[in-house]
């Protein structure tokens, strides 16, 4: 299962443009699969090449800790996203993901 979600899941985070930001709940529900954030933080371990900093925990945590949080507001900050305290300012870079369309079923014609 875990390999039909991580391309997925990795997919997603490339949609994350520069100076914005989402949750890690946010990739996995834009993934489809609603509740699997833990799984987007294993995707983000096994990949090279994601802009992982742009994944964030909920309310816009910095949720790495030590020098890799450290790191993750940097790269943030280079692009220009502005904080509160320690959390992103989610009102003005929170990403938003187009919805996913129910898919129609095509009738067959005789």
Known sequence: MLRSVFPKIR???LKIPKGKVATYGQ???AAG???????????LR???GLPWHRVLGAGGKIRLPGESG????MRLQNEGVAFVGER????????EFKKRSA??????SR
Do not use: C, N, Y
């Open 33 to 43: 699969f609603p509740g699997a954030a833990r799984q987007v933080v294993w995707a």
């Open 103 to 108: 898919k129609k079923k095509k009738k067959k």
């Open 88 to 95: 992103v300012r989610m009102d003005l870079h929170q990403h």
């Open 70 to 73: 450290f790191e993750q507001t």
């Open 46 to 48: 096994s990949a090279r």
């Open 11 to 13: 997919a997603i985070i």
């Open 27 to 29: 990739v996995a529900t």
